[in-house]
Every structure is written in C-alpha cells, then in structure tokens.
Nanobody, 121 residues
Framework: QVQLVESGGGLVQPGGSLKLSCVVYGGFFSIDAMGWYRQGPGNQRELIASINRGKDTTYADSVKGRFTISRDNAKNTVYLQMNGLKPEDTAVYYC???????????????WGQGIQVTVSS
C-alpha cells in the first residue's frame, strides 16, 4: 500500500517562496514518475510539474521558471520549490504517483491528501 503525505504549505506574501514536500511510504522505488497538481477555487485540478525516474522534469507554462520539482530517492521524497509566488498560485496542491505515456505524464491511483498554499498580502 502506497501512501503520500504532503507538507510545507501555508500563507506567503506575493513574491515569496515555499517548498512543498511529498513523502512516499511503501514502494517508492517502484514508482516510475511523480507529479504535482493544484486546484484553485472554481478551477479544475491541473498538472503543474512532473519528474521521472531519471529526474527529467516538465512544467506547465504558468509555473515554468518559478517552480522546481526534484526527488530524493534516499528520503523517498519529492519536492516542489516555489519561488516568485503570485496570488493566482493560491490553490490546494497535491502530489501523485504516475507514469509517462507517449512522453506525457499520466496520473496514477495514489494521491496525497492535499495541502493549502495561499499567496496574499
């Protein structure tokens, strides 16, 4: 049984930074890829960053150049470093285990519980 636990969210002023963590319990090394999603008020859940086993990364245009996804296999953890935060980044953020199909990240069955990020002055 795989369990994902997120941490690191909170309230930050515009232009600030936060680093989200997602610890994977059970089967981290069998996971092909990981992704970070977010869902803002009134919006659908969207993929914003993904990383494969070889640490290749992809980003949504809305976060490219500001957010960085990384993974530490020794700690069974995936991170999302968020810099230059904007009010429109306010959302609940979720990590997910998945895989790549035709070079596109495809979400798998395991999700974190979600963590709130609020960007406001």
């Amino acid at each position: 049984q795989v369990q994902l636990v997120e941490s690191g969210g909170g309230l930050v002023q515009p232009g600030g930074s936060l680093k989200l963590s997602c610890v994977v319990y059970g089967g981290f090394f069998s996971i092909d890829a990981m992704g970070w999603y977010r869902q803002g008020p009134g919006n659908q859940r969207e993929l914003i960053a993904s990383i494969n086993r070889g640490k290749d990364t992809t980003y949504a245009d809305s976060v490219k150049g500001r957010f960085t996804i990384s993974r530490d296999n020794a700690k069974n953890t995936v991170y999302l470093q968020m810099n230059g935060l904007k009010p429109e980044d306010t959302a609940v953020y979720y990590c997910n285990t998945g895989y790549y199909s035709d070079n596109l990240y495809t979400p798998g069955r395991y999700w974190g519980q979600g963590i709130q990020v609020t960007v406001s002055s």
